[in-house]
């Protein structure tokens, strides 16, 4: 029992070099739709549909995270198909690293009421940029004293500090009866998100 115990605790303090996180996800994720998976676009009753969600965590402290997502899309169901919007905004921290991205999201689906089988794809654009004079460095910070008001660091500051690159997200779903399966990869083509010159690709996700 305790052999199984220490392995148990060896794996979870493991498991995260081996993880990949970098997109906020909403607990309420049935109310960002095609944010979730662009398989889901146009799969609703009805003709249009609209969404918005807000997240603000850690909101206690001054660096907290803001995340907000909205979108719209359509059921076009004369030629089984969906297409819609999305609009993503997050800051993160007090340096103010923001991001923000639009695209648009189109599925083809197979199948009635009972049995569903759809395939999304969703391509935009994403614009990151950093307040760098939000940044604080070693060179402003006193011992004993802590930060020093108005003092300027000499680090080197680089030439940019806004970027912007083309983004992409593929997915699938099935819907039998009242079961729905689903999965989708984000960020297929790997984009580059450095400010400072070094090779920073985004990594994949993969949702379900």
């Known amino acids: 029992m305790m052999k199984r115990r220490i392995v148990l605790l060896m794996l979870v303090m493991v498991l995260p070099f081996f993880s990949l996180a970098q997109d906020h996800i909403y607990s309420q994720f049935y109310n960002s739709p095609i944010y979730l998976n662009p398989a889901l676009t146009g799969q609703f009753e009805g003709d249009i549909r609209f969404n918005a969600l807000y997240r603000n965590q850690w909101s206690g402290l001054a660096s907290d995270y803001g995340y907000m997502s909205a979108s719209g899309d359509l059921n076009l169901g004369q030629i089984n198909s969906g297409v819609g919007l999305i609009f993503n905004r997050s800051t993160e921290g007090t340096a103010y690293l923001v991001k923000n991205n639009i695209a648009a999201s189109y599925s083809y689906i197979i ?9 999304g ?15 604080v460095f070693g060179d ?7 930060y020093i008001p108005g003092s300027i660091s000499g680090a080197e500051r680089p030439s940019v500090d806004s970027r912007f690159y083309l983004d ?10 009242k079961f729905m399966l689903g999965v989708a990869a984000h960020h297929i083509n790997r984009p580059g998100e450095s400010l400072s010159g070094f090779q920073a690709k985004l990594p994949m996700r993969i949702s379900g």
Request: aromatic share 10%; charged share 10%.
């Open 111 to 119: 199948g009635g009421d009972d049995f569903a089988l759809s395939f």
């Open 168 to 177: 992409a997200n593929a997915g699938t779903n099935l819907v039998y009866g």
């Open 140 to 146: 402003q910070i006193g011992i004993g004293t802590g």
């Open 121 to 135: 794809l969703q391509a935009g654009i994403t614009n990151q940029k950093l307040n760098w004079d939000k940044l």
